[in-house]
């Protein structure tokens, strides 16, 4: 079965602290794996990509494909990064499922 | 950048009345998409639409909803007979060999 999993509802880090929300997913082949940023009312935004491999304000994420995971770093928090995240896969079928999201809170 | 946009953004409606939400994808995607997200819970999966046909939907989908592309720009999703729990914010997002474009959403309250 198609899955993504975050296990976090809620991550709270201190600003410049580091940064991993964690996401594992569960699909027979090769997904392709997403991170969906959604700042408070705005739209969900792609944030990155595992293809492109290119950081987004500072954030990266490496497909493991020996854990299934694709967790999101940033070496060190910035309060503007607070916002919903949402690990995202496509498979095949093109459906994207997303996981239920991890809401970060950055800490002055 | 081009964009989806969504209207209204927010919509107020009474129970058991029919509600059109609108899209306007990005002109050269041909994958188009309804996701919504319940206040604090997750997005989920409505439909997805292909070849002016739906390609899947999920079990949330069920024969309250519809969806259409009446004129070849706009994607719109009715709900027949809006019920309590069909409060929610709707997102479209159309998409071409990915990533998803999603536009801002409507906000859809059912009283």
């Known amino acids: 079965a198609q899955r993504v999993t975050q296990p976090e509802k809620l991550l709270s880090v201190f600003k410049g602290a580091p940064v991993e929300l964690k996401c594992n997913y569960s699909?027979?082949?090769?997904?392709?794996l997403f991170w969906y940023v959604q700042y408070s009312r705005q739209r969900l935004q792609l944030l990155l990509r595992?293809?492109s491999r290119e950081s987004i304000k500072g954030f990266t994420a490496d497909l493991n494909k020996g854990e299934t995971s694709f967790h999101l770093k940033k070496p060190f928090a910035q309060e503007e990064d607070s916002a919903m995240y949402y690990c995202?896969?496509?498979?095949?079928?093109?459906?994207?499922?997303f996981g239920k999201g991890t809401r970060l809170h950055i800490l002055p | 950048e081009p964009e989806v946009t969504q209207t209204p953004s927010h919509q107020v409606t009474q129970m058991g009345q029919e509600v059109i939400l609108r899209c306007v994808p990005i002109?050269?995607?041909?994958?188009f998409y309804w996701y919504r997200q319940i206040l604090g819970q997750k997005v989920e999966f409505l439909v997805s639409?292909?070849?002016?046909?739906?390609?899947?939907k999920s079990e949330i989908f069920d024969d309250q909803f519809s969806v259409e592309r009446p004129d070849g720009s706009n994607f719109t999703l009715k709900i027949r007979s809006t019920k309590l729990e069909d409060s929610a914010m709707y997102f479209c997002?159309?998409?071409?060999?990915?990533?998803?474009?999603f536009g801002n959403g409507t906000r859809l309250t059912v009283t």
């Open positions: 002109s050269n995607h041909l994958y």
């Open positions: 997002a159309s998409g071409w060999n990915s990533p998803l474009h």
């Open positions: 639409f292909y070849n002016n046909e739906i390609s899947e």
């Open positions: 595992h293809i």
């Open positions: 699909y027979s082949g090769s997904p392709e």
């Open positions: 995202a896969l496509r498979g095949r079928d093109d459906k994207i499922i």
